[in-house]
């Protein structure tokens, strides 16, 4: 899963797709991580709540699935703390994170940081699920596990949607900015 880099990544004018795969030798997992990480994403925090603890992570996996019924998705590593979290919890919720609060994202994606206090610095609500949701993310959702699918090093956490929190639009109606992380570094649109 992805790492932001520290350095600027220079621009390219051109874009440009390699013929490394006509040699037919399989993929390394470095090659799959550089060319995924030209498929732009917004960026979420997923939280969930065990036995009174809030646990967060952040994730560029989520993605909306059906809509009869409704179900989403999000793809978690299995040596993750989240991971065993989400797994007992069977509840969990996601926020859209707007742009300005990249270093939230940096945050939920340090890996070891403490969980106790780790949403001081962070505006919350707890949503009908339990489970925290963020009070300045652009959307939220609540979910339900339906099911988790065994994918490698990583489980699909399958979920019911159980509660929409809406977008709440600008003064002048435009929506605000998402995050958009792309060729791993966090970005804003225009
Ligand atoms: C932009 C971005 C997106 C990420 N997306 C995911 C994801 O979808 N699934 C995942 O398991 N980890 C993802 N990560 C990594 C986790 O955020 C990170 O490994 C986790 O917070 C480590 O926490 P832990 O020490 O509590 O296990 C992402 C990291 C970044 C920077």
């Known amino acids: 899963m992805p790492e932001p880099d520290g350095a600027a990544t220079p621009a390219t004018s ?3 797709v390699s013929t490394a795969a006509a040699t037919g030798t399989s993929p390394t997992a470095a090659q799959v991580r ?3 990480s030209r498929y732009a994403t917004g960026v979420a925090i997923v939280t969930t709540v065990v036995d009174g603890v809030d646990h967060a992570m952040t994730a560029n996996s989520f993605t909306t699935v059906s809509l009869d019924p409704l179900l ?16 007992a919890a069977g509840v969990w ?3 859209f994170l707007a742009e300005g609060t990249e270093p939230v994202a940096r945050w939920f994606a340090t890996r070891g940081r403490p969980l106790a206090g780790q949403f001081d610095r ?13 009070a300045e993310a652009l959307a939220g959702l609540e979910l339900r596990t339906d099911r988790l699918v065994a994918a490698g090093d990583h489980d699909i956490v399958l979920g ?9 639009d600008t003064a002048d109606g435009a929506p605000a900015g998402p995050i958009v992380y792309f060729a791993s570094r966090f970005r804003t649109l225009a």
């Not at 989403?72 to 797994?87: I, P, W, Y």
């Not at 019911?160 to 709440?168: G, L, Y």
């Open 160 to 168: 019911r949607i159980t509660a929409v929190h809406e977008p709440a």
């Open 93 to 95: 919720s996601v926020s």
């Open 14 to 16: 051109t874009p440009a």
């Open 122 to 134: 962070v505006p919350t609500r707890r949503g009908a699920n339990g489970c925290l949701l963020l």
């Open 72 to 87: 989403a998705l999000v793809c978690v590593e299995r040596d993750s703390r989240f991971h065993e979290a989400v797994r």
């Open 34 to 36: 550089r060319a995924a």
